[in-house]
């Protein structure tokens, strides 16, 4: 069972990955090469922006210190792991960009502590 806080990380984080993958969607025509070069940076920022404007948003992503984070969509293979992390190989790339960020504003001595 998931505590509060990591459903709180969980629900908000699933909302701008969401977010991100409909404006990716509505780009044409769509460079994959630019997209796959891109697109990890593009998240980190997004994620970076979100979580460095909110103390409490910041202290939940804080929670998780020291823990890896895993997106588990059930059929995402590129952002998350799908929903089964044990049998899955893929590139986590939101639960990946959600270390980054935690890290770099640790790093940085995040401000609204």
Same mark, same amino acid.
């Given at each position: 069972?998931? #505590? *509060? %806080?990591?459903? =709180?990380?969980?629900?908000?984080?699933?909302?701008?990955?969401?977010? &991100?993958?409909?404006?990716?969607?509505?780009?044409?025509?769509?460079?994959?090469?630019?997209?796959?070069?891109?697109?990890?940076?593009i998240t980190i920022y997004v994620l970076t922006q979100?979580? #460095? *404007? %909110?103390?409490? =948003?910041?202290?939940?992503?804080?929670?998780?210190?020291?823990?890896? &984070?895993?997106?588990?969509?059930?059929?995402?293979?590129?952002?998350?792991?799908?929903?089964?992390?044990?049998?899955?190989?893929?590139?986590?790339?939101?639960?990946?960009?959600?270390?980054?960020?935690?890290?770099?504003?640790?790093?940085?001595?995040?401000?609204?502590?």
């Open positions: 069972m998931m #505590s *509060s %806080s990591n459903t =709180l990380i969980w629900m908000t984080s699933f909302r701008v990955c969401i977010n &991100i993958q409909a404006k990716a969607k509505e780009v044409t025509p769509v460079d994959e090469q630019k997209w796959k070069q891109w697109r990890e940076r979100k979580f #460095s *404007s %909110s103390k409490d =948003l910041y202290k939940v992503l804080e929670q998780t210190m020291g823990r890896d &984070i895993v997106e588990a969509g059930p059929r995402e293979s590129i952002w998350g792991v799908g929903i089964d992390v044990s049998e899955v190989q893929s590139e986590n790339l939101f639960g990946r960009a959600l270390v980054i960020v935690r890290e770099s504003l640790a790093e940085q001595h995040f401000l609204l502590r």
